[in-house]
């Protein structure tokens, strides 16, 4: 035991010399996977709470005249209008998927002023891609109250410069607030009130705050951290040479 001992401590010592390649490369590359990390773990905080207030519910709201829409309210505050759809000033929001079909998302004004309205999500349809024709959407235009969520205008990941195309409906490509107001002549309220599903006149309407929750961002985030310790451990196994 004691010769096998001194055999091990006589052999040849381990130095900390690091080369220059692999410092440069530890030194460039620990620090974006440090960062990944912690910007997965910040994305999984807020889908946390965007999940929260999507499951918050509450005494529903009412909208009117006088309401300022989004601005004064939490995402996913439960909302009610009372006024009449604007049956013929509809629109068709595009490249909408629904269980792998292409479809749209039918946006119909309700008018609860002189000139003021709420943008009603009324649900998904699909695109028949062999009618020329838009889907048939038309509703009852008479007075009624309608309940649901208020979000948040959909944005696209990368903003386009597109142009509403003349009649009714309309297919948009995710309009502005401004555009929105400028087609229909009148001010439309921030936000949009996803119809709930119990209500009438819509159609498939499976609400959810995000497709995935939490939990891939914190996958992410601990794939970023292990990487890091990887790069890290490896590093020094290169650095820890043995004396010449």
Not at 102 to 126: F, I, M, N, S
Not at 185 to 210: I, K, N
Not at 219 to 238: D, P
Request: charged share 25%.
């Amino acid at each position: 035991m004691r010769a096998a001992a001194r055999a091990l401590s006589s052999g040849p010592a381990r130095r900390f010399r690091p080369g220059i390649p692999a410092t440069l490369f530890t030194a460039f590359f620990l620090p974006l996977l440090l960062f990944l990390g912690s910007w997965q773990l910040d994305r999984a905080g807020q889908k946390q709470a965007l999940f929260d207030a999507f499951a918050a519910g509450g005494p529903a709201v009412a909208l009117d005249a006088e309401s300022a829409g989004l601005e004064e309210l939490r995402r996913y505050a439960p909302v009610e209008a009372t006024g009449r759809y604007l049956a013929e000033r509809q629109f068709l929001l595009d490249n909408m998927v629904a269980g792998g079909q292409a479809g749209y998302r039918v946006w119909t004004p309700l008018l609860v002023g002189e000139d003021r309205v709420v943008l009603v999500d009324r649900g998904w349809v699909p695109r028949d891609f062999s009618a020329e024709q838009a889907p048939d959407v038309a509703v009852d235009p008479g007075p009624r109250t309608v309940a649901g969520l208020l979000d948040r205008l959909p944005r696209p990941g990368i903003e386009l410069d597109t142009r509403m195309a003349p009649g009714w409906p309309k297919v948009v490509q995710f309009p502005t607030l401004d555009e929105l107001s400028e087609a229909l002549g009148r001010t439309v309220m921030p936000g949009v009130l996803l119809l709930d599903a119990a209500e009438p006149d819509g159609y498939l309407r499976d609400w959810r705050a995000s497709d995935f929750g939490p939990e891939r961002h914190l996958g992410y985030a601990f794939q970023w951290f292990a990487l890091a310790v990887t790069l890290v451990i490896l590093y020094l196994a290169w650095s820890f040479r043995k004396s010449d």
